[in-house]
């Protein structure tokens, strides 16, 4: 599923039009990107949590021609799928 397939899945489940549905998944999206960038944590009940996570200085290679390069710091989103999800993926619970 990508986003437009969850505006038109809005759309038609809620009655309302693709703009509407837009908007709303617009501004959900817009509100977890906000919170991520704060440092704050989004817990989803049922789905699973994203946090962000910091990742020290390393030395890494270049593929191409192998040379060894430094790679900065950096902060990235990470995604925890929550227990419920899990357990529905594996076939545990209904």
Same mark, same amino acid.
């Given at each position: 599923?990508?986003?437009?397939?969850?505006?038109?899945?809005?759309?038609?489940?809620?009655?309302?039009?693709?703009?509407?549905?837009?908007?709303?998944?617009?501004?959900?999206?817009?509100?977890?990107?906000?919170?991520?960038? /704060?440092?704050?944590?989004?817990? !989803?009940? $049922? #789905?699973? +949590?994203?946090?962000?996570?910091?990742?020290?200085?390393?030395?890494?290679?270049?593929?191409?021609?192998?040379?060894?390069?430094?790679?900065?710091?950096?902060?990235?989103?990470?995604?925890?799928?929550? /227990?419920?999800?899990?357990?529905? !993926?594996? $076939? #545990?619970? +209904?």
């Amino acid at each position: 599923m990508n986003k437009s397939d969850l505006i038109s899945m809005l759309a038609t489940r809620e009655n309302l039009t693709d703009a509407q549905a837009a908007r709303i998944v617009k501004s959900i999206f817009d509100g977890f990107k906000d919170a991520l960038v /704060k440092g704050d944590r989004i817990e !989803i009940r $049922g #789905l699973g +949590s994203f946090a962000m996570r910091d990742y020290e200085t390393y030395t890494g290679r270049n593929p191409k021609t192998g040379d060894k390069l430094e790679i900065k710091p950096k902060r990235l989103p990470y995604f925890k799928v929550g /227990k419920e999800l899990k357990g529905k !993926i594996n $076939g #545990l619970s +209904s």
